[in-house]
């Protein structure tokens, strides 16, 4: 449960203080009097280094020592009008998002990271009538947000619209390797960008565990990467906003107007370095599981099988490395190919065979996700492609990683499109539309890696100068 242990003394001024304000806010916690209890004090110092410090307040198993009423209301999610709470998990891209939102706005939220409070799963589970979903936000214990948009939060706690009135030299729509690196040359050379992420920052690469093709680094997880990315960026005097997502895009007199659901940016120059969305099979079954034991990133929802059985789908190097990764703690992995080979690199395929828990069913096509009364993934129907033989395979999850489609339908009447839907570029980086540039995953003869974007990055920002000179 939500536990607050309270070490204090009742002659203690900042423990009359710190009780005072909990009490007011309807906030329950456990008094425990140093001067009564020995073991007590000798938690208190081993807590603090030796030194007896009261108030020590432990929530949910983290210390705060003295804390005043501003840490305890950010600790506690308590402000003027609403008392917040945000069950999540820091691999969850969702969760940062929604994280980050509220610290724009400067709104004070407890967060319980699942992974580390046990007790908060059935919580959440219950909340989301048997789905673990994340993140689930509740407001005034009343008020219940599951994986909300920002303009839902904004609407829940009623924040006014804001305006956005500076003019930036450029505006990146997406915060992925390439949307960074485009950042981070063009602060350098004095411009000033603004990245705008519907999600989180990192795009596809945060949500991949283990990276060993980045130059630099024989082998570095995702979301370190693109942390490190994001850090750079800031430290040159970038400006990121997340969970932002583009719902008009104009232009008036020699400025791009970007609106997103709560404000409106101005910018000279416009980069699309959007990425790409995992492709679906589109098979019965895919659309109503999602989430319900259908996913498409081990990084985010991997670790909700630990110790169990899971099916992964596709034979790619994403497919491979991903599986990989869960054959680390899932109990068993089988692997699904369509094809009677494998298309990813030896690299991957050489680890498969030293890895005990992990099956390999080639050659066969996925036909259906089958669900428990429950409405839970249980089992998923394939067909074998010579002989036509039907058989089900059962887990207790499913991962699919077959490709992925470039988001880019915001913008077909906007920029040219080949026939896949990514978008084309000449010279540096430019498309069609004078002033707007593309770069990663997005365009037209991109290479899936965070090499190429980080690349296709730099390429933009000389597009941007050039156009800007």
Same mark, same amino acid.
């Given at each position: ?20 304000? =909990?009490?007011?806010?309807?906030? #329950?916690?456990?008094?425990?009097? *140093? ?7 000798? %938690?208190?110092? /081993? ?66 990271? &699942? ?18 979903? +994340?993140?689930?936000?509740? +407001? ?10 920002? @303009?839902? =939060? ?12 500076? *003019? ?7 915060? $992925? ?10 602060? %350098? ?30 082998? +570095? ?26 719902? /008009? ?36 079954? @895919? ?6 034991? *259908? ?18 789908? $596709? ?15 899932? #109990?068993?992995?089988? +692997? ?29 096509? /996925? ?34 990683? &077959? ?19 990514? !978008? #084309? ?37 000389? $597009? !941007? ?5």
């Amino acid at each position: 449960m939500n536990t607050i242990q309270f070490y204090g003394a009742d002659w203690c001024p900042d423990c009359r203080r710190a009780k005072a304000f =909990l009490k007011e806010n309807n906030i #329950k916690f456990e008094f425990i009097d *140093v001067d009564l209890d020995q073991a007590a004090t000798q %938690r208190v110092e /081993s807590i603090n280094k030796g030194k007896r410090i009261i108030p020590t307040i432990i929530i949910n198993g983290k210390s705060h020592t003295n804390p005043n009423n501003d840490s305890l209301a950010a600790a506690l999610g308590i402000n003027e009008d609403y008392h917040i709470v945000l069950y999540g998990a820091d691999w969850c891209p969702d969760c940062r998002k929604s994280k980050s939102f509220l610290n724009d706005n400067n709104i004070n939220y407890q967060f319980i990271d &699942i992974e580390q409070n046990e007790w908060s799963i059935p919580i959440i589970t219950k909340i989301n009538n048997g789905k673990r979903k +994340i993140p689930t936000i509740v +407001i005034n214990n009343e008020t219940i947000l599951v994986e909300p948009a920002n @303009e839902e =939060l904004r609407q829940a706690l009623q924040l006014d619209e804001v305006r956005e009135e500076k *003019v930036f030299d450029t505006i990146i729509i997406g915060g $992925g390797a390439a949307g960074l690196t485009t950042s981070i040359y063009a602060q %350098r050379d004095r411009f000033d960008t603004l990245i705008l992420e519907k999600k989180t920052i990192g795009g596809n690469a945060f949500l991949t565990e283990k990276i060993e093709n980045y130059p630099g680094f024989t082998s +570095i997880s995702g979301p370190s990467l693109m942390d490190k990315m994001e850090e750079q960026a800031r430290t040159y005097g970038a400006t990121i906003k997340t969970g932002e997502e583009v719902v /008009s895009f104009g232009k008036e007199k020699d400025l791009f107007v970007i609106k997103t659901a709560t404000k409106e940016y101005h910018g000279k120059s416009v980069v699309l370095s959007t990425g790409s969305t995992y492709r679906q099979l589109g098979i019965p079954g @895919e659309k109503e599981l999602i989430g319900s034991g *259908v996913h498409f990133c081990a990084t985010c929802d991997g670790a909700f099988y630990r110790d169990k059985d899971i099916i992964v789908i $596709g034979g790619g190097n994403s497919a491979l490395e991903e599986g990989i990764f869960l054959a680390n703690f899932c #109990k068993s992995v089988k +692997i699904v190919h369509r094809g009677p080979k494998f298309s990813a690199s030896e690299t991957y395929v050489e680890k498969l065979a030293s890895i005990k828990n992990i099956s390999t069913h080639m050659n066969k096509s /996925s036909l259906e996700f089958m669900a428990d009364e429950k409405g839970l993934f249980k089992e998923l129907k394939v067909e074998d492609n010579e002989t036509q033989k039907q058989e089900l395979l059962t887990a207790d999850g499913v991962f699919i990683f &077959i490709g992925l489609i470039p988001n880019t339908k915001p913008f077909a009447d906007l920029v040219e499109l080949d026939k896949r839907g990514f !978008i #084309k570029t000449t010279g540096l980086a430019q498309t069609s539309k004078e002033g707007i540039f593309a770069a990663g995953d997005c365009r037209e003869g991109a290479i899936a890696q965070v090499a190429a974007a980080t690349g296709e990055g730099v390429l933009a920002s000389y $597009g !941007i100068k050039q156009y800007l000179k």
